[in-house]
């Protein structure tokens, strides 16, 4: 079977690897750019743009919520500019029912949540 162009295995090896980075940096209250997460992803190959991470991060991000951890990715920013949340995690945030009126807002309960949870781990 293929998952979004890759082997199921292949796809669920980078799910694992994501997830693995991001609760890192959570325990650290940190965030992680867009680039120097696909820089860590070695199952399979993504570009920092690319429509493959996005459904890679909205998969991890999804599952993580539904266990009541909130949206992990929150934590993956841009490296410049705003250094916040592409508008991916916005979408994803309202499809799981969050207010998105105030992107900021939405984004920083986001965040403190993921950083509350796995901190304390």
Same mark, same amino acid.
């Given at each position: 079977?293929?998952?979004?162009?890759?082997?199921? %295995?292949?796809? &669920?090896? =980078? $799910?694992?690897?994501?997830?693995?980075?991001? @609760?890192?940096?959570? /325990?650290?209250?940190? #965030?992680?750019?867009?680039?120097?997460?696909?820089?860590?992803?070695?199952?399979?190959?993504?570009?920092?743009?690319?429509?493959?991470?996005?459904?890679?991060?909205?998969?991890? %991000?999804?599952? &993580?919520? =539904? $266990?009541?951890?909130?949206?992990?990715?929150? @934590?993956?920013?841009? /490296?410049?500019?705003? #250094?916040?949340?592409?508008?991916?995690?916005?979408?994803?945030?309202?499809?799981?029912?969050?207010?998105?009126?105030?992107?900021?807002?939405?984004?920083?309960?986001?965040?403190?949540?993921?950083?509350?949870?796995?901190?304390?781990?």
């Amino acid at each position: 079977m293929s998952t979004h162009g890759f082997d199921d %295995s292949d796809w &669920e090896s =980078a $799910k694992r690897e994501v997830k693995k980075i991001l @609760i890192e940096r959570a /325990k650290m209250k940190g #965030t992680i750019s867009y680039s120097e997460l696909v820089e860590n992803i070695h199952s399979i190959e993504v570009k920092a743009r690319s429509s493959r991470l996005f459904k890679l991060l909205d998969e991890v %991000s999804s599952e &993580e919520d =539904a $266990k009541g951890r909130g949206m992990i990715a929150a @934590i993956v920013v841009h /490296k410049g500019g705003d #250094t916040k949340p592409g508008s991916g995690f916005f979408k994803l945030a309202e499809r799981l029912g969050r207010d998105t009126s105030d992107k900021l807002n939405c984004w920083r309960k986001e965040l403190k949540k993921v950083h509350s949870y796995w901190s304390s781990q």
